[in-house]
């Protein structure tokens, strides 16, 4: 199978289903920035952290495949002629949503209460985590503008919503976890 199909050289590419729209369609930045975050979070697990933090983020990886995939399918194309599902995938799940939030608390008992933002940084890895988050956040905006222009899956965007939360939190422990300072963000009196 070639790599290259050469029907994306006048500036358009297929949705799932055919449908053929400009690659700078909404629906394109949405799920080409779930591809951006995924690639960061590999780059997050090839980090030297713990395994169990490793395993968490290769499940989440493979839910940003299901969101991509989700959000590649036109609406009108969700289901075939004979009534069917376009994508037999799993889809994102209340299960999804409910795996970050039960990590986030595990993670979060361990740490200090926060009392104030926190800069980004303190070791290459946790720099990692908040730049993946920033990408999250981006993918959540997309995904929001997309939905209100073509209504897309409600735990897609709780998801997205989620995730960045889990990233930072997972910066966090990472702080911890390697001893890295931690700069509380103290706005300067006026």
Known sequence: MKIYTKTG??????????????KHHIRIESYGTV??????IG?????????????ILIQIQDRLFTLGAILATAPEKET???????LNIPRIIEEDISLL??????MNETLPPMTHFVLPGGHPTVSYCHITRCICRRAERLSTLLNEQEPIDELVL??????SDYLFVLARKLS??????????IPKRI
């Open 176 to 185: 911890k976890d390697l001893q890295a300072e931690e700069i509380k963000w």
């Open 80 to 86: 075939l002629k004979n009534g069917k599902e376009r």
């Open 35 to 40: 591809d951006e975050l995924n690639s960061n």
């Open 158 to 163: 709780m998801y997205l919503n989620r995730l």
């Open 101 to 106: 939030e039960t990590e986030m608390d595990q």
């Open 43 to 55: 780059l997050i697990r090839d980090q030297k952290i713990d395994n169990h933090s490793k395993d």
């Open 9 to 22: 050289d006048k500036g358009t590419t297929a949705l799932f289903g055919g449908t053929r729209v400009p």
